[in-house]
Nanobody
C-alpha cells in the first residue's frame, strides 16, 4: 500500500503561482509513476501532468503546457507541481496519484491506470 498526501493548495489571484506537493509513504521502495489530476466543480477529473518513476519522461495536458511543471524527488518520496500564471480556469481540487511501473518512461494519463490516490487539495484562483 502507498499513502499519498497532497499539500500546497490555497486561494490566490490570477497570475500568481503555487507549488503543490505530494508526499508518499508506505511501500515507497518500488518504482512508481506519478500523476496530478484535477476536478473542477461539475466536471470530470482529468489529468494535468504525469512523470515517470525515473523523472526522465513527463506529460502535460495542453491546457497547462508552458505554465505547469511536474517534478519529483525520489529521495524524499515527493512529487511536485509548480503552477505559474494561474487563471480562474485552474480552480479545482488537485489530486496526486501513483502506480507501480517497471518502465523508466511510463507516464500514465488516465484515471484507471492509477491504483493509489491522495485526498486532494483545493486550488482557487480569483479573477
Amino acid at each position: 500500500q502507498v499513502q499519498l498526501v497532497e499539500s500546497g493548495g490555497g486561494l490566490v489571484q490570477a497570475g500568481a503561482s503555487l507549488r503543490l506537493s505530494c508526499a508518499a509513504s508506505g511501500r515507497t521502495g518500488y518504482r512508481y509513476a506519478m500523476g496530478w489530476f484535477r476536478q473542477a466543480p461539475g466536471k470530470e477529473r482529468k489529468v494535468v501532468a504525469a512523470i515517470s518513476w525515473s523523472g526522465d519522461s513527463t506529460y502535460y495536458a495542453d491546457s497547462v503546457k508552458g505554465r505547469f511543471t511536474i517534478s519529483r524527488d525520489n529521495a524524499k518520496n515527493t512529487v511536485y507541481l509548480q503552477m505559474n500564471s494561474l487563471s480562474p480556469e485552474d480552480t479545482a481540487v488537485y489530486y496526486c496519484a501513483s502506480e507501480y511501473s517497471g518502465s523508466a518512461y511510463y507516464t500514465p494519463r488516465e484515471e484507471y491506470q492509477y491504483t493509489y490516490w491522495g485526498q486532494g487539495t483545493q486550488v482557487t484562483v480569483s479573477s
